[in-house]
Nanobody, 124 residues
Framework: QVQLVESGGGLVQAGGSLRLSCAAS????????MGWFRQAPGKEREFVAG????????YPADSVKGRFTISRDNAKNTVYLQMNSLKPEDTAVYYC?????????????????WGQGTQVTVSS
């Protein structure tokens, strides 16, 4: 059974930082592209960043470029999202997802497995 478990969310002031983690089990982690998405109340799920199988390729969304960094540790079956210079508009539930096809995708439908999400709230 595949499980993706996010952690590291919380409440932070604008300008602060958080590091999200997503621990994967039940799959050959290094065979999957990993992505982070977020969903704010009343809004569609939005792509945040993706990382290739080896970790060498990363693709952040324009809205987080220069502030968020995605990385992975295949030895620990974990993907990370380092979030700096947080803004109130970053407030959302953040989800990690796994994609079996080698190319990073920004479309939620392209991801096969999903975590349960972790809440990130940025106060002004």
């Amino acid at each position: 059974q595949v499980q993706l478990v996010e952690s590291g969310g919380g409440l932070v002031q604008a300008g602060g930082s958080l590091r999200l983690s997503c621990a994967a089990s039940g799959l050959t982690f290094s065979h999957y592209v990993m992505g982070w998405f977020r969903q704010a109340p009343g809004k569609e799920r939005e792509f945040v960043a993706g990382v290739g199988r080896s970790g060498g390729d990363t693709y952040p969304a324009d809205s987080v470029k220069g502030r968020f960094t995605i990385s992975r540790d295949n030895a620990k079956n974990t993907v990370y999202l380092q979030m700096n210079s947080l803004k109130p508009e970053d407030t959302a539930v953040y989800y990690c997802a796994a994609r079996a096809i080698a190319i990073i995708s920004s479309t939620p439908a392209g991801y096969l497995f999903w975590g349960q999400g972790t809440q990130v709230t940025v106060s002004s």
